[in-house]
């Protein structure tokens, strides 16, 4: 899980900011529903609280890639949910073909926002508000593990063992640049590495390390 | 290496199209100084040879983020080189972090191209005319592996201590969506999988196996 990702509407407070507007007007959109850029709106984001890590799409667009087009998912053993800031969950079918463009996978993203499914046939994408906790339990799983770079470091080769005897292990790594989990995430802690690592490169030393574990 | 990458510029012959003359004046640049790029030139790509491959500067993007930001990387132990489909050679610093953002990775892109370095002064992009055979020579590497859909079926962890146990292996990746190597390469053909998969997909796998092999 992608948790507390930095994936939202541009908020009110700032839907008049010029950056705002003429972002959405080239776009053909109204600015409540646009996504929240910060390379984009950056003069923008100044304006709102905890502005120096919003607005970051991209992180949860390369996770995404990531994930959907590794081995683990394509031998079904992975499923993936991203939760946001604003305690919403996206649910994603594992057999979902993400747009690899950037700004075409904003679009999916605004259309997310606004209808709730994507496709509205396949409904590969559905947007529900919940709280990260609500999904934990909703998951049910039988052991969490959050991903933190003050946990017990554990070599992520190691790691991947150890998910491997679990029968359905969650895994919730941030979806946001840096700071912490806003949200209260319980759970063992756990640090890959000595050194702060970018939201995709863990999913990419979980996943792959948990796959040369169950033998794929 | 990303190998055969489709980044280029936009070529001659379709620089008066309309798709790329408007894509041009709204980003503020000349037809022949953007990249070319599947999803906005899609119209004008039909006139191309290859035109349902080419264009695909976020192949380059994904696999750049995912093998800069690794833990091999962060360990000294990765150099990364992207040829393209016109035998140019982009020598890429350990230490750059890339843009994020697609369309600020674009913009550095084409002043690559512009320029031969960038940034100026650190030079941590530098692009030269070369074959990849030629860089393969430069490189002058004890074993060279070609991940190729009909190459030997070798399970990823086990391909990881292949290279673990070699001075100075390389590794070529095709930087394009499908379809072969249009360059003559010669080296040891290798599938992780029974599938396709995709260029940043194999990165991951090839650097965290080897990572794991490493025992970092």
């Known amino acids: 899980m992608i948790a507390d990702s930095e994936l939202e509407l541009v908020p009110e407070s700032i839907a008049d900011h010029p950056a705002v507007v003429n972002y959405a007007r080239r776009r053909g959109k109204k600015p409540e529903e646009v996504i929240l850029e910060g390379s ?3 003069s923008a984001l100044r304006k709102l609280e905890d502005g120096e ?17 590794s081995i683990a998912n394509k031998e079904g ?18 057999e979902t073909r993400l747009p690899r463009n950037y700004n075409r996978f904003l679009g999916l ?3 997310l926002f606004k209808n709730g499914v994507v496709p509205k046939d396949l409904a590969l994408l559905r947007i529900e508000e919940k709280t990260l906790n609500e999904l ?16 017990e470091l554990i070599k992520p080769r190691d790691f991947g063992r150890v ?3 679990l029968e359905n292990p969650l895994v919730i790594i941030g979806g946001f640049p840096h ?10 802690k756990v640090s890959l590495y000595r050194e702060p690592l970018m939201a995709w490169t863990i999913v990419n030393e979980v996943l792959v390390n948990f796959e040369s574990a169950i033998g794929v």
Chains 1, 2 share one sequence.
């Open 179 to 188: 700071g912490d989990f806003r949200s209260k995430v319980e759970g063992r």
């Open 53 to 69: 890590r919003r607005g970051r799409p991209d992180i949860v667009h390369i996770c995404l890639l990531n994930a959907l087009e």
């Open 40 to 42: 984009y709106h950056h």
């Open 163 to 165: 998910l491997a005897e």
């Open 77 to 94: 053993k992975l499923r993936v949910y991203v939760h946001t800031r604003n305690d919403e969950v996206i649910y994603v079918k594992p």
């Open 136 to 151: 934990v339990e909703e998951i049910a799983p039988d052991e969490v593990f959050v991903m933190h770079e003050e946990g």
């Open 109 to 111: 993203m605004e259309s």
